[in-house]
């Protein structure tokens, strides 16, 4: 396992239709985050679910965005209807259950035109 | 909620010599930990270094130490024997001990190193 891997690594979208993303978690990660990083800032906390259970979800996930985790392993984020606004980095972060430290994957690139 | 807030947006340092990204936070809270995360260009972010705050001494690894000062609520990183490699922007995060699992990350310091 060589960590938290994401895909697609890059997506370019009209506004109006819908995207989904997908992050692999480190196998033996009970925790996974998302995060959202815009341009010239830092990441903001979206959601994140411990094993398959959503724990909390941020003010910004509005109600076009789901997230799921089914089984505990791989999650998907999904945008339905996007706006301008939503072009930003995506970020997947997994830890251990009792461990503090977030590992990241390398984030999609989401461009909505 | 907490902020966390890096006033500096860009630092420049020579190879071999020492830099000190600064980070202030605001909170209520007593049991928190605070972190300094590394993203080089293009390449996913990297934890650099942790601090409990229950913890007095100041935390280390290698060329990383940080200067925590829990009152004045500071939490800067200091980067001995600077490397090329070292480029890249560094935030600094904040985590509740409390409530909810997020890390509430700063706006960034991008720090350029030359030759």
């Known amino acids: 396992d060589t960590g938290v891997s994401q895909d697609p690594r890059h997506k370019i979208t009209k506004r109006g239709q819908n995207v989904t993303f997908r992050c692999d978690p480190i196998?033996?990660?009970?925790?996974l985050y998302w995060y959202r990083q815009t341009l010239g800032q830092g990441p903001e906390f979206l959601t994140y679910f411990q094993n398959e259970a959503q724990l909390e979800k941020s003010r910004l996930l509005s109600d076009r965005f789901s997230a799921e985790r089914p089984k505990g392993s791989f999650s998907t984020l999904e945008i339905q209807r996007t706006e301008q606004g939503d072009s930003a980095m995506y970020l997947c972060?997994?830890?251990?259950?009792?461990?503090?430290?977030?590992?990241f994957g390398p984030g999609t690139r989401l461009t909505v035109l | 909620a907490q902020t966390v807030t890096q006033s500096q947006p860009e630092m420049s340092v020579q190879e071999a010599e020492t830099v000190t990204l600064s980070c202030t936070y605001d909170t209520s809270e007593s049991d928190y930990y605070l972190f300094w995360y590394k993203q080089p260009p293009s390449r996913q972010m990297i934890l650099v270094i942790r601090?409990?705050?229950?913890?007095?001494q100041n935390a280390t690894e290698n060329r990383f130490s940080v200067n925590f000062q829990k009152a004045a609520k500071s939490f800067s990183l200091k980067i001995s024997d600077s490397q090329l490699g070292d480029a890249a922007m560094y935030f600094c995060?904040?985590?509740?001990?409390?409530?909810?699992?997020?890390?509430?990350f700063g706006k960034g310091t991008s720090l350029l190193v030359t030759p």
């Open positions: 601090q409990e705050a229950y913890k007095q």
């Open positions: 196998s033996e990660h009970n925790r």
């Open positions: 972060a997994s830890s251990l259950y009792s461990g503090d430290e977030q590992f």
């Open positions: 995060a904040y985590r509740s001990g409390n409530s909810g699992y997020a890390l509430n």
